[in-house]
């Protein structure tokens, strides 16, 4: 299914508009979409295949700001946002391998999981597995020490320094 939206030829600036649906094999529906690339230069299954990966792309980053840490950093600093975003897409590596993993196991419910319901679920349990790996290579992990080392490392200007969450944890430790 192809055809092309009305073109108004007084408006130099104006570029034409195609209308082109491809079927999806698998559900028998059409999927529609709008594109101004020529159709000698560009199929309607090219044109599909470039949207599918431009929502791979807008799923990806959604993913990343959503449960992977980066819809907001608390740090202007260059040093701490390159490790955030470097820790979020190592995140997302492992948690793409563990996704393939798990998807060639019979009977896995991760292959009915959409990406950004499996990020979320896996978000939600990473701290528990960092917890065990951390454990079964001698390390113990203490969530309130990485907060306090984190604090240390990014201090807050003078004028926050009141009441920073390193002086409440001092408050509350037995002397």
């Known amino acids: 299914m ?8 007084e408006d130099p600036a104006f570029r034409p508009l195609r209308f082109v649906g491809v079927k999806n094999e698998k559900t028998g529906e059409y999927h529609l979409y709008v594109t101004h690339l020529p159709a000698d230069k560009v199929s309607p299954e090219e044109i599909a295949d470039l949207y599918r990966a ?3 792309v807008e799923i990806f980053f959604k993913e990343l700001k959503s449960h992977f840490g980066l819809s907001s950093i608390g740090s202007g600093k260059k040093h701490i946002v390159e490790i955030v975003i470097c820790v979020a897409l190592l995140t997302v590596i492992v948690s793409g391998q563990v ?3 798990l998807e060639k196991e019979p009977r896995s419910d991760v ?3 959409g990406p950004l319901l499996y990020a979320e679920h896996f978000h939600h349990i990473s701290t528990g597995l960092l917890q065990a790996v951390l454990y079964h290579e001698g390390f113990r992990f203490d969530p309130a020490s990485l907060w306090i080392g984190a604090i240390r490392a990014d201090p807050l200007p003078e004028r926050y320094r009141r009441g920073r969450l390193e002086d409440v944890y001092r408050q509350r430790e037995p002397n």
């Open 2 to 9: 192809e055809g092309y939206l009305l073109q108004i030829e």
């Open 99 to 101: 996704r393939r993993e």
């Open 111 to 113: 292959k009915e999981m």
């Open 54 to 56: 431009r929502w791979a």
